[in-house]
């Protein structure tokens, strides 16, 4: 990944305030290494407005545009090194690409990444701010996630940035056997964030907790 963009703003993204957000991640339980460096070397402030950039190492969502939101740090952290721990393969699908902040963490970690988002604006600018950051392992789809991405399926380990009622069916067929899939599920208030785990053609589900994440809505604009 190169940073020469992320010298933007830079007063505000010190050593220090990133030291910080990763000792906050710890404490919340995030264990792998490897994950925590990827939070800290990964400009988050590169992804939202830059009236925000000051905000950025704090441990919360913030919005960028479209009633969309960036994902808190602690939960791009504790969903990626779920794969990290549970998927033997290479290839990830990623539903809801949003600014790409996840995709940003996950990229040096697998080999290939497919990422769906219905926003299409959102997607172009995001697949422009990816490319700045030299992440080129990721392919992008203009679609609705519920149709998972079928042509380069079956993957290893699916990850949802987006909460539903319940899995969408085309991802459970889209999911390797022994592969796992990361999701937060509910509505509104009520979800949480669930691993799904695929043997044969049997699904166990474990449920990791309360979560808030903006809803996957069906269709794509
Ligand atoms: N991964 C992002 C989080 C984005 S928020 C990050 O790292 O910050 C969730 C994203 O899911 C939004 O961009 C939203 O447009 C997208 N989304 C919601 N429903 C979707 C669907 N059915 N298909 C694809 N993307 C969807």
């Not at 919360?60 to 990626?80: D, F, K």
Request: hydrophobic share 35%; aromatic share 8%.
């Amino acid at each position: 990944m190169k940073f020469d963009e992320s010298q933007r703003g830079i007063g505000m993204t010190s050593e220090r305030t990133r030291e910080r957000l990763i000792d906050r991640l710890k404490e919340q339980g995030i264990k792998s290494g490897i994950v925590l460096d990827q939070i800290k070397k990964v400009p988050r402030h590169i992804f939202v407005d830059e009236a925000l950039s000051s905000r950025a190492y704090e441990d919360t969502a913030l919005p960028i545009g479209h009633g969309q939101t960036i994902s808190q740090p602690y939960i791009v952290a504790r969903m990626t090194e779920v794969l990290l721990n549970h998927v033997n393969g290479n290839k990830i699908l990623e539903i809801g690409t949003g600014c790409g902040y996840q995709t940003a963490v996950l990229s040096p970690l697998f080999k290939k990444i497919y990422s769906v988002e219905r926003i299409n604006p959102l997607l172009v600018k995001t697949k422009k701010r990816l490319r700045s950051l030299g992440i080129y392992n990721v392919n992008y789809r203009h679609d609705d996630g519920w149709n998972g991405w079928e042509k380069y399926g079956p993957y290893d380990g699916i990850i949802v940035s987006a909460a539903a009622p319940q899995v969408p069916e085309k991802l459970l067929q889209q999911l390797e056997i022994g592969g796992i899939l990361i999701m937060p599920f509910g509505e509104k208030e009520k979800q949480e964030l669930v691993i799904v785990y695929r043997d044969g053609d049997t699904f166990d589900y474990k449920r990791l907790g309360a979560v808030s994440f903006v809803p996957l809505v069906k269709g794509k604009k």
